[in-house]
């Protein structure tokens, strides 16, 4: 309705009509009232176009005629040649340009523009294809009666194997130790840390204990304190001597506490 109010130089009304529209615009709520919003941001960009259009100032406007004019010249262009004149110079292209006409304006118009971007697709330059549908593997259940095995890497099974073995032939090996040393001197007590402390490796000396728990554990040797209240080892004899003790006695567990210092 104030259209050409507003187109007026001197007018200061599209001014405020934009800084009433920004006011109400945070109290908007409703798509309609964005709506309209936009439409009138529409008409302020349209009415400030025209009257940008209108302001005079001493500013040259630009011309596209004499531009390509200044550029042609620039170029080397030589108005004076004629169009049939073209064996009297051999560097003209056409009679007007010379060959180097266009490598001269690039040379300049280089110094103001950067490198072009480069142009690439998202998806490749190859034509994609679809993915290979993976394979179902399809788990084996669990039997409902009891626990499935786990499966054992075969060499960690080996691994294991051969510790047992070695384990056990040390067991033997302590066992016939003590049953020989016990045979040739029945009425001389084995004292327990005479048999298993080695003076020369502490590592030696825990393994020791650890090998001798299995004997005392499967009833092949008993452990007890002697009239000093030290600890004595004796093996036993045979297998009803083993079941008589093993019924009479309970089995009971020693955790014994050995540190480096206490072994040197």
Wanted: proline share 5%.
């Amino acid at each position: 309705e104030n259209r050409e109010d507003m187109l007026s130089s001197k007018s200061n009304r599209l001014t405020e009509a934009l800084e009433e529209a920004n006011q109400l615009f945070s109290g908007v709520s409703r798509a309609r009232e964005a709506a309209l919003d936009a439409q009138f941001l529409v008409l302020a960009s349209n009415l400030g176009k025209e009257k940008a259009n209108e302001l005079r100032s001493e500013i040259t406007t630009f011309d596209s005629l004499t531009f390509a004019e200044d550029v042609l010249t620039f170029m080397g262009i030589n108005r004076t040649e004629i169009d049939g004149n073209d064996s009297d110079s051999e560097n003209m292209s056409g009679g007007y340009l010379p060959t180097n006409a266009w490598y001269k304006l690039g040379e300049e118009a280089e110094k103001y523009f950067r490198r072009a971007p480069s142009f690439h697709y998202m998806l490749g330059s190859f034509k994609s294809e679809p993915p290979v549908p993976r394979q179902r593997i399809e788990r084996q259940r669990k039997a409902p009666g009891g626990e499935e095995k786990r499966a054992m890497p075969a060499q960690l099974k080996k691994m294991e194997e051969s510790h047992q073995e070695a384990t056990a032939k040390e067991v033997e090996r302590i066992l016939r130790l003590l049953q020989t040393h016990f045979r040739n001197d029945p009425c001389t007590p084995i004292f327990f840390f005479d048999l298993v402390v080695d003076p020369n490796s502490f590592a030696r000396t825990v393994e020791n204990i650890f090998h001798v728990s299995f004997i005392l554990r499967d009833g092949l040797a008993r452990l007890k304190l002697d009239d000093d209240k030290l600890p004595v080892i004796e093996p036993v004899q045979n297998v009803e001597e083993r079941n008589d003790d093993h019924s009479a006695r309970a089995r009971s567990q020693v955790v014994i506490s050995l540190s480096h210092e206490e072994w040197r």
